[in-house]
């Protein structure tokens, strides 16, 4: 599809996005990024911001890092950048697939509900493009529909679907992420408004295996709950 059509479609879109804000999905992924770390100063890149919803909480959070948005719609970034004043919040409007950051060094790269609206054949050139980005401390969080989702919806009700709404399989996910030297850390399907409605990925650089024990990170606080717990378990068992 013509890029230009695409960028006029969420050029249009963003007056939809004005009126539904901070959704449950978007507050859940913020939920998410505080428990994986997101401080004060995290360094974030925003892939796909749309008009500012998610990058409104971050601006929230984010006082001494940065935050630097991106996304296809000039008018949905011309959006966030009028209605977020704080100076370590910029947007701009680019192609995400071959973005190059202004900044660098990032705590995390955000994808939240994104690729499955880029062209599935352009998506080797994005996790490529993603991997030149990380760092060793970069962590990649991606949200994305449950594809067999978008299935249904494309038979039921494709009048809910955007300009592009394509279902990504893990498998395709997977084989980007290897291709570029990265580790999928964590997947999941789960819910939030029907059940097992979308999946989220925590993906980082892949590196050799070292053995951590958990008992030695562990604080005297944290091993006395710890035993604890077993205990208790032991005992109902």
Known sequence: MDQKKIEDFYDNFSAHQMKVGVNERIFSLYQRMKKYGLS?????????SGIGSMTYLLSKKVKSGLVESVDLSPKSIELLNSSISNPAIKGYAADVVNYTPKQSDFDFITLFDVIEHIPIERHA???????????????????????????????????VLQVIDQPI?????????????????????????VEND?????????RDFKEVKLNEKRSITEKVIHR??????????
């Open 125 to 159: 050139d994005l996790f490529k493009n993603l991997a030149s980005i990380m760092t060793e401390k970069t962590t990649l969080l991606i949200n994305i529909p449950n594809p067999k989702y978008i299935e249904y919806d494309r038979i039921h009700q494709p009048e």
């Open 228 to 237: 604890l717990s077993l205990m208790w378990n032991k005992a109902l068992s």
């Open 169 to 193: 399989p893990l498998t395709a996910i997977a084989k980007n992420v290897e291709d570029n030297g990265l580790f999928m850390h964590l997947f999941e399907t789960y819910s939030i408004w």
């Open 40 to 48: 004060s100063s995290s360094r974030i890149l925003e892939l796909g």
């Open 198 to 206: 979308y999946q989220f990925m925590m993906i980082r650089k892949d």
